[in-house]
Nanobody, 121 residues
Framework: QVQLVESGGGLVQAGGSLRLSCAASGRTFRTYGMGWFRQAPGKEREGVSCTRSGDGNTFYAGSVKGRFTVSRDNAKNTLYLQMNSLKPEDTAVYFC??????????????WGRGTQVTVSS
């Protein structure tokens, strides 16, 4: 079992940047594919990205591609989401979760509790 804790959210003006972290407990972090999701008030949860465990390749949703960058530090058991050029529509609670190592199953588990990101116009 892996426990995930997100942090780094906050209030930022449009055009600004934030970096979110997803800290994992346990020794198996490096074996998991890792996803970032977000959920805005009144909306369904949206997938933001998925990062493979082996080659670290990341797949991005079209709405964030070119603005968001994921990295992972297996030595620190931490996944990062660098968010640049933020827009008000990026306002949401951001979550991380584990998945299969190649991001193929679209099945996620071990969800964190999320961190709030608010982008003001």
């Amino acid at each position: 079992q892996v426990q995930l804790v997100e942090s780094g959210g906050g209030l930022v003006q449009a055009g600004g940047s934030l970096r979110l972290s997803c800290a994992a407990s346990g020794r198996t972090f490096r074996t998991y594919g890792m996803g970032w999701f977000r959920q805005a008030p009144g909306k369904e949860r949206e997938g933001v990205s998925c990062t493979r465990s082996g080659d670290g390749n990341t797949f991005y949703a079209g709405s964030v591609k070119g603005r968001f960058t994921v990295s992972r530090d297996n030595a620190k058991n931490t996944l990062y989401l660098q968010m640049n050029s933020l827009k008000p529509e990026d306002t949401a609670v951001y979550f991380c979760a584990t998945t299969d190592d190649r991001c193929t199953t679209n099945e996620y588990a071990n969800w964190g509790r999320g961190t709030q990101v608010t982008v003001s116009s």
